[in-house]
DNA sequence: AAGCAAAACCTGTCTGACAGGTTTGGGGGA
DNA sequence: TCCCCCAAACCTGTCAGACAGGTTTTGCTT
């Protein structure tokens, strides 16, 4: 059961997962070689065609890199692939933002608290840095935007769980569409400030080691962006 | 930004980036159709071969779907290739099964919440349903596991928020693979009946509409899971 | 109008070819 | 002997053409 199966009716499918199995039973390691295109299709014994579009199907869900004239590797995780497929899901109505924002705040409060508890010095003082940020560009909108997307994802950073790292970058893709909506629906000097605010509040929290109020802080920052977002429309 | 900007440098990937576009500016949705092979290797100017690739990679996120004889259509959101890179994170050290169980933990306390609010009747009673499974399943962990996942991925249709659902069928992949480690360390005919006992009261006050005794009660679950884990040794 | 069969269309796979980019090994120079 | 550099070997990206099935459309027959 896994990656050897998904398509068992295919010589791609099998092709891939013929590769997959490589990997593990090999324990390969990120950026290690896996074998040349000619190599597997005679081994394989398929056409370097196939063999190609089984690492094309690989490199997609990044568990393979390809790079011209080099052979594969073996793939870092990365969110750019889910990202990607969280984005399909909403432009398709699959998903809506209501949904996405209940699952971040969900992830985000359980990130704070680990962040605030097993952050290191550096990674305070880059998430005050960031927040701080925040506040210098509340006049550019890009700006801003740009430093909350990386503020949170600091935060993740700091939780030290890859999976929270990976599951903030798929949201960012869609996060990084619908941000300036929220942004709209903040018209006086005065909720735009709180929103900045509470962002370094938060900041301090995590640096002063206080998970307790964090976590309100990230319940609020939410609450308030909930209800900019109704206020837009969006049901 | 977005899909058409993964990878600017190549002629899949411009390709992958123009299916996209297709897709979005279309407003496509799930089930329709994406132009042939050949029709799009003629209006991008590219060999068969690359619109090939791009819709492998495509189709391996789960974007589109490809069918012998068929043509190519949008596709329906899926965890299969999201399971598939998490297992790869844990299979390749960047990811481990404690990780993982603390974003389980954090995602699964909000859904038994939201399922115990929004469950209908007809959810409610599934979710009974799998829990008494598993406990006529005592003596066969490989159906027990089969029940418990089942169990789990019924609560999160029942919060009515997809992302959850993804996110859970995202984890099924490494936990079936997992499951088993954890069952041998419930030596005990008490510890077993135990952790299938949680579940049904769990279960129970879903039906009950009772939010808060649901979330002590998974909390209990990933509290004797994890014990579990570490007494089997897996720091 | 319904049903059936051929034609048109489409995807899956193979082969062979060639343009670059990358790695490697050997030879020449210091 | 050691280091550097270059050419050969290797590898990936892309193309064109071909053919075997599977699917849809068309048009004829009943």
Redesign the pocket.
């Known amino acids: 059961m896994g990656l050897d199966q998904i398509n068992t009716a ?3 499918g099998d092709a891939i997962g013929a590769i997959s199995r490589h990997i593990r039973e090999r324990d390969l390691m990120p950026g290690d070689k896996l074998p ?4 597997l299709s005679k081994e394989l ?6 063999v ?2 089984a ?1 094309r199907s690989l490199a997609a869900m990044r568990i393979i890199e ?7 590797t073996v793939a870092q995780i990365d969110h750019g692939a889910m990202s990607l497929m969280i984005e399909h899901g909403v432009h398709t109505d699959q998903i809506n933002i209501h949904q996405i924002y209940d699952v971040r705040r969900t992830i985000e409060t359980r990130i704070v608290t680990l962040a605030a508890i097993r952050r290191t010095d550096e990674e305070a003082a880059e998430i005050v840095r960031l927040a701080g940020q925040m506040h210098a560009c509340l006049g550019d909108p890009c700006q801003l935007m740009k430093y909350d997307l990386a503020f949170h994802t600091a935060l993740a950073q700091a939780s030290r769980n890859p999976v929270y790292s990976l599951l903030i970058g798929s949201f960012q893709g869609i996060t990084r569409q619908t941000w300036p909506m929220g942004w709209k629906t903040r018209p006086t000097q005065a909720a735009r400030e709180l929103m900045v605010q509470t962002h370094i509040d938060m900041a301090r929290a995590v640096a002063a080691s206080d998970p307790l109020k964090a976590v309100d802080l990230m319940g609020l920052h939410f609450d308030e962006s909930v209800r900019a977002l109704l206020t837009a429309g969006m049901s």
């Open positions: 295919s010589l791609v040349s295109e000619a190599l014994n398929v056409s370097r065609t196939v190609r579009e690492f390809l790079a011209t004239g080099k052979r594969a």
